[in-house]
T-cell receptor, first 112, second 114 residues
């Protein structure tokens, strides 16, 4: 089942913070975060695994609450380059944990 | 090249025409995925290869869709007798490992069926 992302869209001024949430109705093995700019490839940001292991880059962090089946992406001191659509992709347990189910995305616009 | 390469970038097909979309993954990447992305939506899983083996094709919408990766590197997604509902961006992604690891996406092929 498709995870639900919130908010659908957010507008920031450069330097402001934002939080994007991703919620699933099924037990999650992992959550992957991607950013996609218009007409471009989705770019990997972060992977959060059961047990709290976290991998990522840039000045972006994330949390993963396994019990609540939720993840949040934290963007602090946003930069113009952060603009784009953010997708969370979730994987469940079992032999097909390579298969990501993506949410509909959160459109982030950072203005000067 | 350094990244995942897809060709063509854009394809316009007449309804009923067959199309073939190519994906060149990052060299040495074991896993390869195809996703379909409709306008304003997130990518939707189509199929998964581990080397040359197609381990999961559960997301292919119909038997008109066929994917192959015969030598474990380049992959082709073929759509037969295209329909208007096939119009979408088709994304290919590859990853070094098996299973749940960081995946690198290509820019996609935008297919428009007229």
């Amino acid at each position: 089942q498709q995870p639900v992302q919130s908010p659908q869209a957010v507008i920031l001024r450069e330097g402001e913070d934002a939080v994007i949430n991703c919620s699933s109705s099924k037990a999650l093995y992992s959550v992957h975060w991607y950013r996609q700019k218009h007409g471009e490839a989705p770019v990997f940001l972060m992977i959060l695994l059961k047990g709290g292991e976290q991998k990522g880059h840039e000045k972006i962090s994330a949390s993963f609450n396994e019990k609540k089946q939720q993840s949040s992406l934290y963007l602090t001191a946003s930069q113009l380059s952060y603009s784009g659509t953010y997708f969370c992709g979730t994987a469940g347990y079992g032999g097909s944990n390579y298969k990501l189910t993506f949410g509909k995305g959160t459109l982030l616009t950072v203005n000067p | 090249g350094a990244g995942v390469s897809q060709s063509p970038r854009y394809k316009v097909a007449k309804r009923g025409q067959d199309v073939a979309l190519r994906c060149d993954p990052i060299s040495g990447h074991v896993s390869l995925f195809w996703y379909q992305q409709a306008l304003g939506q997130g990518p939707e899983f189509l199929t998964y290869f581990q080397n040359e083996a197609q381990l999961d094709k559960s997301g292919l919408p119909s038997d008109r869709f066929f994917a192959e990766r015969p030598e474990g590197s380049v992959s082709t997604l073929k759509i037969q007798r295209t329909q208007q509902e096939d119009s979408a961006v088709y994304l290919c992604a590859s990853s070094l490992g098996i299973g749940n690891t960081e995946a690198f996406f290509g820019q996609g092929t935008r297919l428009t069926v007229v």
